[in-house]
């Protein structure tokens, strides 16, 4: 007997719930058209006409507010800030609506703010937002980003110390941390107070001591004042990162023209010769023939025939312009490492392993991604057809 009731219940609900769904449906395909409508008048620039509707539509049912968020983030990617700032200041004009959706459409002005320019505003926004728990880590990662634009770096930092996670916006917080104080040290550094600059960069070195930068700073910083410390740097910074070895090689190279220990330079180059992981480095060869011996460039070359073609290929072009250039065969070192210069590259392309960017300065955090230490040097030689395609694979 009861199997039959229970059974009679489930059929009445049943039938209760196929009686009503249709109706349902037929309501909801009523408000997509006006939504629809509206969407038309927001398109074709008739805003207020639009925004009736929406306002109409939103009284009606809370679910088009989601859609309205959609809707303004759209018109922030496409470029259309104006109108995503118009789309989330009517939404939060609205008094009924919910805590969280506040918060959500707030956050998104706030990012309609940072890419329309609107930098104060957006911070204000972020700040407040960030007390609330469920928006603490984003808003601190758009607080980073625009403290990144406004290279607010004092800013930055307090917002690493105050975050609880150990990554913001892809990155580590050392890794973050490491490049603001290079930041600063680097401001330091443009005010000729130099002392302060290597305080500053010996700091991010102890935060994060396989971040790149700086040993370079400190490197550039030692070059005039104490070049065996220098020295030191760049040598520490071959080992960090080797595919800086032939950018951090110049910069030793360069070191011989204001400073006296041209055999520590030249030891530092031998140990440089003798590292397995690094690729080969044509100045370096140069340097080797002209300033050391014939036997140690020889060897150095020989290590790296027949590795592999990417290799033999530079090799040949090197011995190539060492052998027929006569002029620099007379000359000091630095004639001949010019003329070398004129066959093999104008200096550097910096080039972003992360979105592919490329640029004549070196930039530690690209301009096209946002990403920091993304940059690697390569040399116009190495683009010339496919060379560094080639290298790479
Ligand atoms: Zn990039």
Partial sequence: MIYFVVAAVALILIAIYYYFKPEQKVTKNVFNAEYYRGLNYLLNNKEDRAFKIFTALMDVDSSTI??????????????????????????????????????????????DFHSAGLYDRSEKIFRNLSESN?????????????????????????????????EINNHSKDLL?????????TNHHENAEIERAVVVSKKSLKISPTCLRPYLQLGTYYS???????????????QIDGDFSKYIVKKIINLTKSSSHNELIMDAIIEISNDKK??????????????????LASSYVKRYHA????????????????????????????????SYRKVFDKGFIFLCSNCGYKSNVLNWLCPSCNSWSSSKPITTFDLIDGGYKNARQ
């Fill in 66 to 111: 989601e859609t309205h968020l959609a809707l303004g983030g759209l018109y922030r990617k496409r470029g259309e800030f104006d109108k995503a700032i118009l789309i989330h200041q009517n939404l939060l004009s609205r008094p009924t609506l919910e805590k969280e959706l506040k918060n959500q459409a707030l956050y998104e002005l706030a990012k």
């Fill in 134 to 166: 469920t928006y603490a880590l984003s808003c601190y990662e758009e607080l980073l980003k625009l403290y990144e634009v406004t290279k607010d770096w004092d800013k930055a930092i307090n917002i690493i110390n105050k975050s609880d996670s150990v």
């Fill in 177 to 185: 941390m490491s490049h603001y104080l290079c930041e600063i040290s």
């Fill in 224 to 238: 005039e004042t104490d070049p065996k410390r220098s020295l030191q740097y760049y040598s520490q910074a071959i």
């Fill in 278 to 295: 690094l690729s080969f480095i044509p100045e370096l060869y140069i340097y080797l023939l002209y300033k050391g011996n014939e036997d």
């Fill in 307 to 338: 590795v592999n073609d990417y290799d033999d290929f530079i090799i040949n072009s090197t011995l190539a312009t060492s052998e027929n250039d006569d002029i620099a065969k007379t000359s000091p070192v630095d004639n001949m490492i010019n």
